[in-house]
C-alpha cells in the first residue's frame, strides 16, 4: 500500500511569492492534515480538511490556506511568503471514521521543504 | 489549551543502554497517546501507541507506559542501537469527531546513541 505522498520535494521561492504545497492521502483516509516545522522545532498543527471541508485550524495568518479534492488530495498554499514561512510542511492522512483507532492513526508524508529567500 | 511536554530535550546514551522519554498532558479527555519517530529528512513515523484503557504496551525493544491519574506517559527503548537515533514525538488526543480529533505534539527528543 502506498504512503502519504508530497510534491514538491524541495521548493525554494522569495519574499512575497506564493507558495504550493500538494498531498495525496493513503488510499481510503479521507482526512488530510498539515503541520508546520520550522527548524530545530516541533510540529505545529496548521490545518485538517475531511470530506472536502476545511474542519479545524491552527494559530496561522490566513495567508495560509488549502483545499481538499474529491479524490480527498490536498493543497496548501501560502501567500504573501515571508522569511519565517521556510520550514518542513508535512502532510498526514487518516481514515477518519469519527473515532481514533490505531487503524485510524495519522501516517504522515515525507514533507515538503519550503525555502523563502 | 491543550499542552503536551516532553523531556528531554536531547539525550545520548551508549549503545546497548535503555533511553526514556517522559511526556505530561493537560487535557484530561486526552485517550489516545501515539510516539512518533522522525529521521533525517523524513516524515515522522508511528512506532507505538496506547489507549487509556492500557497501562502498558509493548512491542520488541519499545515500550510505553501510562499513568492517566498522573497525566504521564513515557516511552523505554531498551538494548539501543545506532539505528534507533532520531528525533521521537509524543503525541495526545482525545478520538471524536466533534472534538476536530486533533492531535497534539510534544516539542521533541533528540536522541542519540554512542557506538
Known amino acids: 500500500e502506498a504512503g502519504v505522498t508530497q510534491s514538491p520535494t524541495h521548493l525554494i521561492k522569495t519574499r512575497g511569492q506564493q507558495a504550493t504545497l500538494r498531498c495525496s492521502p493513503i488510499?481510503?483516509?479521507?482526512?488530510v492534515y498539515w503541520y508546520q516545522q520550522a527548524l530545530g522545532l516541533g510540529l505545529q498543527f496548521l490545518l485538517w480538511?475531511?470530506?472536502?471541508?476545511?474542519?479545524n485550524r491552527g494559530n496561522f495568518p490566513p495567508r495560509f490556506s488549502g483545499r481538499q479534492f474529491p479524490n480527498y488530495s490536498s493543497e496548501l498554499n501560502v501567500n504573501a511568503l515571508e522569511l519565517e514561512d521556510s520550514a518542513l510542511y508535512l502532510c498526514?492522512?487518516?481514515?477518519?471514521?469519527?473515532?481514533?483507532?490505531?487503524?485510524?492513526?495519522?501516517?504522515f508524508g515525507p514533507g515538503t521543504r519550503l525555502t523563502v529567500l | 489549551g491543550e499542552n503536551v511536554e516532553q523531556h528531554p530535550s536531547t539525550l545520548s546514551v551508549q549503545e546497548g543502554d535503555s533511553a526514556v522519554i517522559k511526556c505530561t498532558y493537560s487535557?484530561?479527555?486526552?485517550?489516545?497517546f501515539p510516539w512518533y519517530k522522525q529521521e533525517l529528512g523524513k516524515g515522522p513515523q508511528l512506532i507505538i501507541d496506547?489507549?487509556?484503557?492500557?497501562g502498558e504496551k509493548k512491542d520488541q525493544r519499545i515500550a510505553v507506559t501510562l499513568n492517566k491519574t498522573a497525566k504521564h506517559f513515557s516511552l523505554h527503548i531498551t538494548e539501543t542501537q545506532p539505528e534507533d537515533s532520531a528525533v521521537y514525538f509524543c503525541a495526545a488526543a482525545d478520538s471524536g469527531y466533534s472534538s476536530a480529533s486533533k492531535i497534539i505534539f510534544g516539542s521533541g527528543t533528540r536522541l542519540s546513541i554512542r557506538p
Open positions: 488510499s481510503g483516509h479521507t482526512s
Open positions: 487535557d484530561s479527555a486526552s485517550n489516545y
Open positions: 480538511y475531511d470530506e472536502g471541508e476545511e474542519r
Open positions: 496506547i489507549r487509556s484503557n492500557v
Open positions: 498526514a492522512s487518516r481514515k477518519d471514521r469519527g473515532d481514533l483507532s490505531s487503524e485510524d492513526t495519522q501516517y
